[in-house]
């Protein structure tokens, strides 16, 4: 839970005044509260999410291979679980919620 | 150095290993404090490769391992109730608690559901005005400011039907705990990166400093560990003791400001027992006053609860640094990852488990160290 995952931000919106945006994990994409990045990240950055949230902004290349990683470490159940509890928040993912 | 020919960044661990060799004159005890450092070390075998100049103690780097048992009973509790919707990262369901776990109560009946994120359980909770949304907001410094967000944002939209149950851990006060017990061999640390990219490393500082100890701020890669691994061995033999940050890629001194404002806001530091190391003065996050209303603990009124461990687990031992995994009577008989007897064996980045994975020929072959 503390590894976090890297992926790519493809898109920000903002919901009910919560900045958010799309994250595009290796294929499987899906929103991320970019809160604590709001003022440092850019459409196109790679970003470390943890449990949801953006920590941090790095670049591409490592990225990619912490991503590898935590496939090799088996912790594709997080990137699973990414896809698997997608649609749960879909209300407020695509910012046409309540 | 049969595990060499794995690293993905083979020539550069080469020449780590062979500096490390050189720089080091004796042999030097140092603990990583990250469950993914651990889960490295033990897959790449760099605690073999290295075992004639370092030991390497596993340190209590699992959120998972070391939520109090009693917190994990008062879990199966809140689960068992009709009324709730019990909510949780999913490394949690099948840790074991006095009498049960969570993947059991959610057989006979309990309402548990896995979310990946705690703004997923304010949305259940959002969508479900009728039951109660209790989410389990466990995890070291990492997690915190999302937890922490979760509250901000239930108590601004008016969310009264969710609530936390707080089992937050903070790292610094583990170190202090670890190096002032009496049985203390670790020499120098490799702290956590990702916690660090959220804290910063100022308050290390004071703590190297008082205790002689090199940190090392430090990734979880292969090539990160033997470099922080590196470093920590010149400031030992150089009789230097610095916080130093071999993860500059994603950690800044100052880690996230906002992030640490957000747990600010949301939590205060309180004295919290770790599971198998007893209680850390001020080893942990619990909700400020003002967020009382999302307190679980308080809402459902939960009394201190009697916990009893497993007889035969020696999860203190192993988070503490005392005993390896495999030294465990139960490592790999009574205790395996699916049927776990202690909290280690449950996670990715529990000691127990990652040796079940990927270190089981130790036990019987030797450590080769
Ligand atoms: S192997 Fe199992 S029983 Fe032994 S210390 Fe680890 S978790 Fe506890």
Redesign the pocket.
Known sequence: MCLGIPGRLVARNSVEDLPMGVVDFGGVTRDVCLAYVADEVSVGDYVIVHVGFAISVVDEQQAQRALKLLREMGRADELLLIRDTGDLVDGYQSGEAR | MKYLSDYRDGKIARSLVAAIHEAATRRWVLMEVCGGQTHTIVKQGIDELLGRVVELVHGPGCPVCVTPLEQIDRALMLASRREVIFTSFGDMLRVPGSYSDLFRIRAQGGDVRIVYSPLDALEIARRNPGREVVFFAVGFETTAPANAMAVWRARELEVGNFTLLVSHVTVPPAMVAILEAPQNRVQAFLAAGHVCTVTGWTEYEPLAEEHGTPIIVTGFEPVDILEGILMAIRQLEGGRHEVQNQYVRSVKRDGNRPAQDAIAKVFKLVDRSWRGIGPIPEGGLGLREEFADYDAERKFGLQSVAAAE?E????GD?LRGNLK?FE?A??GRE?QPEN??????VSSEGA?AAYYRYGLHRKSGGTGG
């Open positions: 497993s035969l687990c020696r999860a192993v995994p465990c139960a490592f205790c776990p007897l202690g909290a280690p064996m127990c």
